[in-house]
């Protein structure tokens, strides 16, 4: 079993497994800051599944790079908090956080081409990170494991695939070879942006289906990054909006489908419910375009799209206010979206 890198001290016992709170991160990039996060606030239960949703540049990567620590350092300034099995990611010195990525948490990307390492077998590599993380693990012992999770994952002809270089795999294939690597360290939680996106619909909703049984199977706790709400739906169950590099309406699919209550979540749903974002396609159907991070207003960084906006939603960010039981939106004229039209599921 692989080892929690134990000289991190847990700051709580239980608790949820992930929780940021006030999480800001900002790009100095020359003659101007690119401010990408701006004060999230998000918890990730064990064993639950939380999407993330918006358009481009809402800030989904970065949130996930960050839980991660990935970010070029000395470019990069974060601030607020990241527990992570109750330890103080932020405070991770460099062997910590190594310690962390694998056992504790794992990341499957869009492109697995572009993370996984072209010179080597995935076989060879699941069982250099195994090793690594496991003193004592035989080469022989962690093939086994190996060939095992590539059977789990339902890779035909397992064994051969072993050793095939990932270009020698279809996309479908690549991206059920990346999960199998992601999780040969036993992560507790998984982070996947976008992970169907470049596959075809029939190899999408396979790769859904094996990643929520897998959560269910293994208990782990998964980030799922989407555009596509059709694909959140089949496998999430909380769900967060992201706008500008904040959170703008939080709480179970079920309530996001049903009784969404920020404009923006509005205005996501109405345009997938009318037939302009069929499943699969990217949310930049509403009118407008996002606000710049590098000059964000003062106030609700919507405004400028949004029909009900006031001159009072553009002299201060909107508080979260809570919705319902588990269910907030940071908006001022909540009292407005009561009426709205739910989008059909
Ligand atoms: N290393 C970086 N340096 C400067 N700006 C960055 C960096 N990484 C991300 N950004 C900026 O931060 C913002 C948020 O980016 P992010 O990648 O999180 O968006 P996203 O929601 O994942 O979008 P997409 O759906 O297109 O993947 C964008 O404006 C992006 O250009
Ligand atoms: S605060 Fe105002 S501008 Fe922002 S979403 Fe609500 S109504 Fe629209
Ligand atoms: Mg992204």
Known sequence: MSAVPNDVPALTADGPLVSLRDLNVAFHAPGKVIRALNGVDLDVARGQTVALIGESGSGKSVTLRTLMRLHPPRRTRVGGSILLDGRDVLAMDAAQLAACRGPVVSMVFQEPLLALDPVY??????????????????????????????????????????????????????????????????????????????????VQIQILLLLRELQQELGLSIIFVTHDIGAAAEIADRVAVMYGGRIVEQGSMAQLLRAPRHPYTLALLRSRAHGAMAKGTR???????????????????????????????????????????????????????????????
Do not use: W
């Open 283 to 345: 949310l930049q159907t509403i009118a407008g375009s996002p606000p710049d991070l590098a000059a964000l207003p003062p106030g609700c960084s919507f405004a400028d799209r949004c029909l009900l906006a006031l001159d009072a939603c553009r002299a201060a960010v909107p508080a979260m206010a809570p919705v319902g039981p588990g269910h907030a939106a940071r908006c001022i004229r909540l009292d407005q979206t009561h009426a709205q039209e739910p989008a059909s599921a």
């Open 121 to 202: 077998t995935v076989g060879a590599q699941m069982v250099e990170m195994m090793r690594r993380h496991e003193k004592g693990l035989s080469r022989e012992a962690a093939r086994a494991r190996a060939l095992a999770l590539f059977e789990r994952v339902r890779i035909p002809s397992p064994r051969r695939r072993l050793d095939a270089y990932p270009h020698e795999m279809s996309g479908g294939m690549r991206q059920r070879a990346m999960i199998a690597l992601a999780l040969s360290c036993n992560p507790k939680l998984l982070l996947a942006d976008e992970p169907t996106t470049a596959l075809d619909a029939t």
